[in-house]
């Protein structure tokens, strides 16, 4: 397989080159948790050595933030289809009921939030524009889903709040369901909090 990634001189060829390194990223996520998955285990996986991972993805921020980016355009498809199914307008608990469930079975999505402001706040300074392209479109495209569901429009500032707010829940359950003493079920506690978000947000429309 190393060969293969050496002989990628085409844009095309790099693209799958690229492609297999994120697949083998996701794939180490399914059962490592993210802070102790490094370079050097996504480039055995592929078959690599850790420089030309690098070379083909950048660093291990941007690996991740990228995987990220893929894993939220698909959960916003997803997420597209559900709440067209449950009618507009649609309730507050309802829609938070359908996001919250939808984030806790897309357990790779779930812990790339909550691993995103580390990721964010070591990633170079170089890949920063890309990296706030990618927040920016899927923010909007999420923002754009609830507020046609709610039947409403969020002004802009609370149009970021939603998203950040969103991020903080999800980041906090999913700490919060890793402990025992005081136990939590994460889709409860996000589906709970973000339908306190939405009242709030709807209610300074």
Not at 117 to 137: C, F, M, V
């Amino acid at each position: 397989m190393a060969d293969e990634f050496q002989r990628a001189r085409t844009a095309e060829q790099r693209g799958e080159r690229l492609a297999e390194i994120r697949r083998a990223a996701v794939e180490l996520l399914r059962d490592t948790p993210i802070d102790q998955i490094s370079v050097r285990m996504v480039a055995t996986k592929v078959g690599l050595a850790a420089s030309n991972v690098l070379r083909h993805a950048g660093s291990r921020e941007e690996l991740f933030l990228d995987v990220m980016d893929e894993q939220y355009v698909a959960w916003i498809a997803e997420l597209s289809a559900e709440l067209d199914g449950i009618g507009t307008p649609a309730s507050i608990e309802a829609i938070a009921t359908l996001i919250a469930s939808s984030l806790v079975r897309r357990t790779t999505l779930h812990q790339l939030i909550e691993a995103s402001p580390e990721l964010l706040r070591r990633t170079a300074s170089g890949s920063g524009t890309r990296t706030r392209a990618q927040g920016e479109r899927n923010g909007a495209a999420l923002t754009t889903l609830v507020e046609g569901a709610l039947g409403t429009c969020f002004n802009e500032a609370d149009q970021k709040y939603f998203v950040a707010g969103l991020h903080a829940v999800v980041s906090a359950a999913g700490a919060w369901s890793r402990q025992a003493l005081f136990p939590v079920d994460a889709e409860r506690v996000i589906r709970d909090l973000l339908a306190i978000l939405l009242a709030g947000l709807v209610a300074r429309v």
